[in-house]
């Protein structure tokens, strides 16, 4: 998205300076806490209980929205070394994920209702103006070691279609293409009617051509997401994480939530975040100065909308 939009080369950036911090923050308020029994199970398999979690879209918009993706030179991802142990720790340039540069933001994240037939055209529509939408999918109902065991992947034409997969998923994908001829012929167990999406793994060679593979528009495919980017600014960042003024409270039709932050100069407000429980949402925005100590009340607000 951030090449698409901005027409520029994409920054390095650090993919363990998000996938550690959200889960060793060394403050308990900011991290996702991992249940000891995942732990357990990602080390009894050989893996990193930090780099093989994985997680839900809210993770990155959270994340990447109030502080931004940090370089890879700030944060590199450890190669030439085993990182499946429990004990490994990175070397971080600074404690926190905020303190590092970030070279782009996350402007905007959506969550979009799973794809059906009727949904395909726009999610088309999403990659060609955004550059991928990320879904998940039921990779198999026991996700292995060994992925080219896989049930429902034909390994000779990078296929894959698994029938009665339900509203069970496993694993997120980015789709980045698609191909409305793709033959049925192509897929080990399949499906009614021709038409795929070209997909971007994360399982390298296993499951994938060079990261590829193409799975039936007949998969269930659940919570797309897009991902929108933005510069960086050099600006500060107030409130990252939850307050205790952040409750929803409905009121005759309204929903409402405030923050306070202290300002210890002149500053400029260019941005706020929040999210929505539902798909278009119409809302306003208040700034209430000077120790304002609730928000206005809707229909009759105090400040300038």
Do not use: C
Request: proline residues 7%; hydrophobic residues 30%; charged residues 20%.
């Amino acid at each position: 998205n951030y090449a698409k939009q901005f027409g520029k080369t994409i920054p390095d950036l650090s993919q363990l300076h998000q996938a550690w911090f959200v889960y060793k923050d060394p403050r308990p308020t900011y991290r996702q806490e991992i249940s000891e029994k995942v732990i357990a199970d990602k080390i009894a398999k050989g893996k990193n209980p930090v780099f093989d979690i994985g997680g839900t879209p809210e993770r990155p918009i959270y994340f990447l929205s109030s502080m931004g993706a940090a370089y890879e030179s700030d944060m590199p991802y450890p190669t030439g070394l085993k990182v499946n142990t429990a004990s490994w720790t990175p070397t971080t340039k600074y404690k926190y994920p905020e303190n590092y540069p970030h070279p782009l933001m996350l402007r905007e994240g959506y969550i979009l209702g799973d794809i059906t037939e009727a949904r395909r055209a726009e999610i088309k529509s999403l990659i060609l103006k955004h550059g991928s939408v990320v879904a998940s999918f039921l990779m198999s109902n026991d996700v292995g070691t060994y992925y080219k065991l896989v049930q429902g992947y034909r390994d000779s034409s990078y296929a894959y279609y698994m029938p009665n997969a339900g509203d069970k998923t496993n694993h997120r994908i980015q789709l980045i293409g698609w191909d409305d001829n793709y033959s049925i012929s192509n897929f080990a167990k399949q499906p009614n009617s021709k038409g795929a999406w070209l997909v971007k793994n994360s399982h390298g060679h296993s499951v994938s051509k060079d990261g590829y593979l193409w799975i039936s528009y007949e998969q269930p495919i659940k919570r797309p997401a897009v991902f929108i980017a933005a510069e960086n600014s050099s600006g500060k960042v107030y409130g990252r994480g939850s307050s205790a003024n952040d409750a929803i409270r409905p009121l005759e039709g309204y929903s409402w939530s405030a923050n306070m932050f202290h300002s210890t100069g002149n500053d400029t407000i260019n941005d706020v975040a929040f999210y929505t429980l539902d798909n278009d949402v119409p809302y306003e925005i208040y700034i209430n100065k000077h120790g304002t100590t609730k928000p206005a009340n809707p229909g009759s607000p105090s400040s300038t909308p």
